[in-house]
């Protein structure tokens, strides 16, 4: 299955572009970055292209956390892993709904040939979210989605956000893309739309 390439992107923070690479955006064609994260982490890492002539910057993530940061509140402890994937699930079963508006911006300025980058913190939960559905949209068969998706596992090295004390099946439960995540959206969406 083939779509129209170079059209959206997906990636992780933008906060870190050099010079270069900002060029390296700019010359895609890029109209506009929707920034999927939370208000805290837009302040924390300010993205590059804020105030750039050529891609506007649309803060689209929520004002406040739904919930409580896994990472932010890791301790460790056995069950460590277990919870991680069990946060992870629960957000992902939330993202269509609490980002409704976002993917719905997604969706109108794609329809107007608007060239994208969606992002979010990791690149993975809710822009990966953002670009399933997208794909989903276009009629692309699941399986081929969720291959898309776990290209993540390929592609990004976790940004180095790993904390102390952290064993690895944690590390593997909060930075790697797992179908069981992106599952929950869809399950989510069915159960309540059909």
């Not at 460590?80 to 992902?92: C, D, G, P």
């Not at 508006?101 to 794609?110: D, G, K, N, P, V």
């Not at 913190?121 to 081929?144: H, N, Q, Y």
Request: glycine share 6%; aromatic share 12%.
């Amino acid at each position: 299955y083939t779509v129209k390439w170079r059209t959206i992107f997906r990636s992780d923070t933008l906060s870190s572009l050099t010079d270069a690479d900002v060029e390296t955006v700019c010359d895609l064609g890029l109209n506009a970055a929707l920034d999927l994260r939370y208000a805290d982490e837009r302040e924390r890492e300010p993205s590059r292209l804020l105030n750039h002539d050529q891609v506007q910057v649309l803060a689209l993530g929520l004002a406040e956390r739904p919930s409580v940061s896994f990472l932010d509140s890791f301790e460790p402890s056995a069950d460590a892993a277990a919870s991680a994937r069990t946060y992870l699930t629960e957000s992902y079963r939330n993202y269509p709904f609490l980002y409704a508006h976002a993917y719905r911006e997604m969706f109108r300025r794609l329809a107007d040939s608007e060239r994208l980058v969606v992002h979010c913190t990791a690149g993975k939960d809710r822009a990966g979210t953002a670009a399933a559905l997208f794909l989903t949209a276009l009629g692309v068969p699941r399986e081929t989605v969720f291959e898309d998706y776990l290209l993540t596992n390929h592609y990004w090295d976790g940004g180095g956000r790993e904390k102390p004390g952290m064993d690895p099946a944690t590390v593997a439960s909060i930075f790697s893309a797992r179908e069981e995540y992106l599952d929950a959206a869809f399950t989510a969406i069915e159960g309540r739309y059909g």
